[in-house]
Each structure stands twice: as structure tokens, then as C-alpha cells.
């Protein structure tokens, strides 16, 4: 199939034409195990929440990646962000060792987690207190820019709806220039309507400042709607069991029977959907 390229334990062809500043990101051989302390630690018993994962991310490339809870979206995320160490394997930002969390990555989470004392602006400015204040101002203004909230530098987060607090936690990310953008489900707390109009304002964005988004969902549409590669990753233990490269023209048409047939395809992988029947005489009309 010309639109679904299947690569399994390969490195992704890269594409790096026009992004200057986007980070190229390695993983290899990552693995992390918790204790699981959910019978009081008495039980002794560990989570295996990535098991040997290795991907390659092109600089200025999208990639979701999508998987059923607890697969451990969560945890790769945090290794690439730098917020999770205590890990087998490595991850590498252009071949630098990811060791802490740095400006060149910003993290957006599930929740905005906007501090409410604090306008939209001042958060926005808020990892950029060694900047003089003129460019502090500068990025910030055009942060708020990209992401469509300029009217609302001076509201506070309480007046913002669940989107408008979204696109606050976007552009506070932006606002710091990172290389890479990583989100954690970003769109996941919010309504159906503004959920799709959010996912076409994270492309306008991903294009515009031309830099790498990995972003965790579960939702495959969502995957396919914005990834160039989109990660299947199944839980017990947390391995990526397919990587795809998406080919369809953007802005992607949920409707074509191309994207439905991907849409199926993924949801199978993901053990949501029995496959069809490989013999169609089996079942009778
Ligand atoms: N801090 C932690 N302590 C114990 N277990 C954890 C911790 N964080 C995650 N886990 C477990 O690791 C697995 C993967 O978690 P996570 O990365 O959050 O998955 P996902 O984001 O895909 O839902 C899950 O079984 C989860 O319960
Ligand atoms: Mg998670």
C-alpha cells in the first residue's frame, strides 16, 4: 500500500529540509521498570513500562505515538524530556545524551498547568526570566501569536475555557524556542469540537515554527490526522510494536477511505478491532 509504508526495527528515512533548528531525537534500547506500589509495595511485584524501545525521530518530523493506557506513552515521553533518568538505554537529542530536562524541549502535559496567580502572559513568560526584558516580551507576544491568544495576554487562567488554556500551555512552551516539542495527550481533556479544531491548529503550529512534535495520544484519528510517523505501542510490557509512516497529502481528510482503512489497520494492531475475514466466503449475507 503506497500510503502506509510499514518499517519495523528500521530507522525512519529522514527528511530535514527546512528545519534548521529542530532536534533530531535517538532512543535506543530503553527500558524502565517500576515497583508496583499499589498493594501498599507489600507485594513486591514491578511494572515493566518500556521494554527495549528504540526509535529514531527525524529533526522537524511529527510523530505520534499511540497506544492503549499504560503502555508507557507517559514514560518515553518523560526519558525524551529528561524528567525520567533512572532508566536502562539511552536517548539522545542530535547525538547529545539527554540527561535533565533543558530549553531545547518543551513539555505540554494533559492539564494546562497554568499557575492561576499568574496572567497568560506572565506564564507564558515564565522560563525566561534571564532574558532582558525586551526579548522576554518579544517572545512572549509572539508566542501568544502563534497560538491565536494575543486578546487574552492579560486574562488570568480561571477566565480561559479548557482550549484557550491548552493553546497558554502551548505557547509557554513555544515561548522558550525549544528544538522539539513533546505532548503528553495534549488534547485529551477537551470537548469533541474543540479537540478537532485544536489538532488543526497543532499542525498550522508544527509547520510554522518548523520544529520536531512528539505527541502521545490514544486516539488513532488524531494519530493519523498529524503524524508523518505514527508509533503503535502496546502495554505489558511497553514495546513499540509497528512503526508507519503516513504519506496523505495535509491537510488530512478523516473521511477518504484511505485515512478509514489506515484508521483500521492501526485499531487492529492496537487489538481494539477484530480483523476482517481472510476468506470473505466465510461469512454469508
Ligand atoms: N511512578 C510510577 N510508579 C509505579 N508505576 C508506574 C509509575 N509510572 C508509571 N507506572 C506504570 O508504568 C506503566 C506505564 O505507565 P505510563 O507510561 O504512564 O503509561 P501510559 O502513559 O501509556 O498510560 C503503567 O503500568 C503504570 O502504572
Ligand atoms: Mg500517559
Not at 496572567?119 to 516580551?137: F, H, K, M, Q
Not at 489538532?199 to 498529524?226: C, F, G, P, S, Y
Request: aromatic residues 4%; proline residues 5%; contains cysteine.
Amino acid at each position: 500500500m503506497s500510503h502506509l509504508e510499514t518499517t519495523a526495527g528500521t530507522a525512519a528515512t529522514a527528511d530535514t529540509s527546512g528545519t534548521g533548528n529542530a532536534a533530531a531525537i535517538t532512543i535506543r534500547g530503553l527500558s524502565k521498570t517500576f515497583r508496583d506500589t499499589r498493594a501498599g509495595g507489600t507485594t513486591g511485584g514491578e511494572v515493566r513500562a518500556l521494554d527495549a524501545v528504540s526509535l529514531d525521530i527525524a529533526a522537524g518530523a511529527f510523530v505520534a505515538i499511540v497506544g492503549a493506557s499504560g503502555c508507557g506513552k507517559t514514560t518515553l515521553l518523560r526519558a525524551i524530556a529528561g524528567l525520567e533518568t533512572a532508566h536502562e538505554g539511552t536517548v539522545a537529542l542530535d547525538g547529545e545524551p539527554v540527561r535533565a530536562p533543558g530549553p531545547d524541549r518543551g513539555v505540554v502535559f494533559q492539564d494546562h498547568r497554568l499557575l492561576p496567580w499568574l496572567s497568560v502572559a506572565d506564564n507564558t513568560a515564565l522560563g525566561l526570566s534571564a532574558l532582558p526584558a525586551a526579548e522576554r516580551d518579544e517572545r512572549v507576544r509572539r508566542a501568544l501569536a502563534l497560538v491565536g491568544l494575543t486578546d487574552f495576554a492579560g486574562a488570568w487562567p480561571a477566565q480561559l475555557s479548557g482550549g484557550m488554556a491548552q493553546r497558554a500551555a502551548i505557547a509557554r512552551a513555544l515561548a522558550a524556542r525549544p528544538r522539539a516539542l513533546l505532548l503528553d495527550e495534549p488534547l485529551g481533556a477537551l470537548d469533541a469540537i474543540t479537540r478537532l479544531r485544536m489538532q488543526t491548529e497543532l499542525e498550522r503550529i508544527w509547520r510554522v515554527e518548523k520544529i520536531t512534535m512528539v505527541m502521545v495520544t490514544h486516539d488513532v484519528e488524531e494519530a493519523l490526522l498529524l503524524g508523518d510517523t505514527v508509533v503503535v505501542m502496546t502495554p505489558r510490557p511497553g514495546r513499540i510494536k509497528r512503526e508507519h509512516r503516513i504519506q496523505l497529502a495535509r491537510p488530512r481528510d478523516r473521511e477518504s477511505p484511505v485515512f478509514q482503512d489506515l484508521r483500521r489497520t492501526l485499531l487492529v494492531e492496537l487489538e481494539l478491532e477484530t480483523p476482517p475475514p481472510a476468506v470473505a466466503g466465510d461469512y454469508a449475507i
